[in-house]
């Protein structure tokens, strides 16, 4: 009998009616143990998923064996340490989306904060501002990092290909504030002190954009078959056109997936910016004269430097904060649509 109860095992119905006992006693004893008031409902499914993970490891330990329970009680972390990683991820999400949808109008939209000092009022110059110093920073880092890439994977040999790649690993790990005081002691040498400008912004943040790029074109070139090389060279085409018409061809999709990412990453980069781009209410379509505003700024700003209305002040800084994610996001979905592009081209 044992042998057969072991051979059928727990089916999916088991598990789901012991997952809901397990909610259902978490529930129990967090009423017993709280008012209905101080209820929480993230308490209550924390100790409703310890419950459940409890219950199926105990009940496959019984009609499973040992071995198979070990297996659920280690999916059960792994479901646990994922839940743990999504859920406050959805719950800011769901916090900037209600709170930044109030102001998510054409007035945001379609003016500066120029003359405001209350409600309305929008976030046009800091868009523009983050849109161009963006821009300019992605054509400063992306020929310098592939460019750096194709050097260590074709080229590289000895000490100095050592160097290199220690360079590149030191500057991964430089904070943001780090390459702003960079930015702003360089060009302060030529400009004077006091100097704040888009394009050093730009500058501030290529610095941050490099070693991404190069470490993920770098993962990506090294992915490239070392046979289509010598298939190549084999057929008397010089080594430079075979890195240009042969390996970046092949590894294109990973290499704009990683420029996109490196993108994605200093997009919300503030420290930086706010020691050489500097702060401004007006509109500034030039990145090489004056001050120039840019979304992390324009969200730091409106939450610390609240005005007599403070609640438009709140609603333009979530408001700013929700752009800057849908910016972002797009920019990661553009990269993953790259990314199968060239995956499905490549495989025809």
Do not use: C
Not at 6 to 18: E, I, P
Not at 42 to 62: D, K, Q, R, T, Y
Request: aromatic share 8%; charged share 10%.
């Amino acid at each position: 009998m044992s042998a057969i109860v072991h051979a059928r095992g727990l089916n999916r119905g088991w598990v789901s009616s012991l997952a809901v006992g397990g909610l259902l006693v978490a529930y129990v004893v967090s009423s017993l143990t709280t008012s209905s008031e101080t209820l929480n409902i993230g308490v209550v499914a924390a100790e409703g998923f310890f419950f459940a993970w409890v219950l199926i490891v105990l009940a496959s330990l019984a009609v499973e064996g040992r071995r198979k329970a070990v297996s659920r009680a280690m999916a059960g972390l792994v479901y646990g340490a994922f839940a743990l990683a999504v859920v406050p991820l959805l719950s800011l999400i769901s916090t900037v989306v209600t709170l930044g949808l109030p102001r998510f109008d054409g007035d945001f939209f379609g003016s500066s904060m120029r003359n405001v000092v209350g409600a309305g009022g929008g976030a046009l110059h800091a868009i523009v501002g983050t849109l161009e110093i963006t821009s300019m920073a992605a054509l400063i880092s992306i020929p310098v990092g592939l460019l750096t890439s194709i050097y260590l994977v074709e080229y590289a040999k000895g000490k100095f290909a050592r160097a290199v790649t220690t360079m590149v690993d030191v500057m991964t790990g430089i904070p943001s504030i780090v390459a702003g005081l960079f930015a702003f002691a360089l060009f302060s040498l030529f400009f004077g002190p006091g100097i704040r400008m888009g394009f050093a912004g730009a500058v501030a943040l290529s610095v941050l954009m490099i070693p991404v790029v190069v470490r993920s074109s770098e993962e990506m070139l090294r992915l490239v078959p070392n046979e289509l090389r010598e298939a190549s060279l084999a057929l008397g085409v010089p080594k430079w056109r075979t890195i240009l018409r042969v390996v970046l061809p092949t590894a294109m999709g990973g290499i704009v997936t990683g420029v996109m990412i490196s993108v994605a990453r200093v997009i919300g980069e503030t420290a930086p910016l706010l020691i050489v781009a500097g702060f401004t209410q007006s509109m500034n379509y030039n990145p090489f004269n004056e001050r120039m505003m840019t979304l992390p700024v324009f969200v730091y700003y409106s939450y610390s430097s609240q005005g007599a209305d403070a609640q438009a002040y709140i609603d333009r800084a979530w408001a700013g904060a929700l752009t800057l994610i849908i910016i972002v996001m797009i920019l990661n979905l553009g990269a993953r649509l790259v990314s199968r592009v060239f995956r499905t081209s490549g495989s025809r």
